[in-house]
């Protein structure tokens, strides 16, 4: 079980990125999938949230610039970035809440994290 986040870079202060998040391997279901946000010296901050039914949720340093979506198969979290702000630059990794059966068929319940991407916003 893995999820790979991808879609970073550099952009302009005012420009837009869409990060992309797929989970992958004998996954049973997914309930919430997530975008976070650090930068170096301070704490991971929530970005956005969706869980399976569809219901988002916000910081509300975000709230009307990103938009937080699932693809149909809803294994896959797409966070678009628009009207970015130097403040947005940091590494952003994406969460997703799993439920899966291990190699000896144990059922079990975790967080996993992406791999984290960067993205730098210049002003």
């Known amino acids: 079980v893995q999820l790979q986040a991808s879609g970073g870079g550099l952009v302009q202060a005012g420009g837009s990125l869409r990060l992309s998040c797929r989970a992958s391997?004998?996954?049973?279901?997914?309930?919430?999938m997530a975008w976070y946000r650090q930068v170096p010296g301070k704490q991971r901050e929530s970005v956005a949230s969706i869980t399976n039914a569809g219901t988002t949720n916000y910081a509300e340093s975000v709230k009307g610039r990103f938009t937080i979506s699932r693809d149909n198969t809803k294994t896959t979290v797409y966070l678009q970035m628009i009207s970015l702000r130097p403040e947005d630059t940091a590494v952003y990794y994406c969460?997703?809440?799993?439920?899966?059966?291990?190699?000896?068929?144990?059922?079990?319940?975790?967080?996993?994290w992406g791999q984290g991407t960067q993205v730098t916003v210049s002003s």
């Open positions: 969460s997703a809440d799993l439920f899966y059966y291990s190699s000896d068929d144990s059922p079990v319940v975790e967080r996993a």
């Open positions: 391997g004998n996954i049973a279901s997914i309930n919430t």
